[in-house]
Structure formats: structure tokens, C-alpha cells
């Protein structure tokens, strides 16, 4: 059975994404554009907020993990997608902003350490793959349903990913 242990306050903002990096660090994204990573204490096992990472002034809707040291993040709005990754203090910092199709960022699936895809309210699906400078860049595949709000991403296999829309498709 399962009990509550900790409440995290943020900004008493909405929490529209958390995420596990690791068992001791999580993410969580809220409508302010803010994310906070939370780390636990290795004395009390409580979770304490240890960085707020300035995202965007819209909300920070999806929140991936890619590797234990890089993360994305989308946001609503305007489509950006921010890369972050731990510099040698072990905190995040932006380091990449992808430029999606200027519109809401739905969802975001990591399917592999070098290949994300992003889903958009107009029914978009973006490929980005990982170039040899580390950068991720948008492949030629953009993949469109039936033009509604993608909701929901889902890998598969490492060559079939799935979408789910307003639509119900």
C-alpha cells in the first residue's frame, strides 16, 4: 500500500510534467515555464528542489529524459524544445533549443540517445536526430495524421513509434 511520504512545493504553480532521472533526481515542469530538479537527501531521504531551470515564459509541458545527463523539455505556445545537459557541477544547463513548428509542443518521446520525436496540436510528429557534433537537428521525415492534437507518443520498436490524437486515432 502505498502512503504519502513528501510533498514538493514549487512555485504553487501547476505541475504539468515530473520525470525520473535517477533514483535520487527528479524534474517536474510547470506553467510558469520553470523546471525543478529535485534531488534526494542522502541523510533524510527527502526530495529538496536543488535547481530551477528558467524555460520558457509558457508552460513546461512534457519533460523527457534522454540519458542520466540530458533531458528535453517542450513547451506550449510556441513549439521550442530545450536540450539541457549537466555541466562538470552536475547542474543543467540549455545547451540546445530546437525550433519545432512554431506551435504547441503535445509530446515528446525519446526513442533512442540520439533520436527524439515531438508531437504538436496541429497533428504534426517531428523527427530529430543527434548529429556528429552532438546537436539534435530535425530529419527530413515530419510525419502528419489527421491533423489534430497529438497526444501521445509511444515507442514501439526502434522502428515503429505510435500517436494518439483528440480524434481518438
Partial sequence: QYIETQILTGDRKFVFDIIKISENVIAS???????????????????????????????????????????????????NIKIWERDSNGQFIETQILTGDNTLVSSLLKISENVIASGYDNGKIIIWERNSNGQFTETQQILTGDNKFVLSLIKISDDVIASGSLEGK
Fill in 29 to 79: 515542469g510547470y506553467n510558469n515555464g520553470n523546471i525543478k530538479i529535485f534531488e534526494r537527501n542522502s541523510i533524510s531521504g527527502q526530495f529538496i528542489e536543488t535547481q530551477v531551470l528558467n524555460g520558457d515564459k509558457y508552460y513546461a509541458s512534457n519533460i523527457i529524459k534522454i540519458s542520466d545527463d540530458v533531458i528535453a523539455s517542450g513547451f506550449y505556445y510556441d513549439g
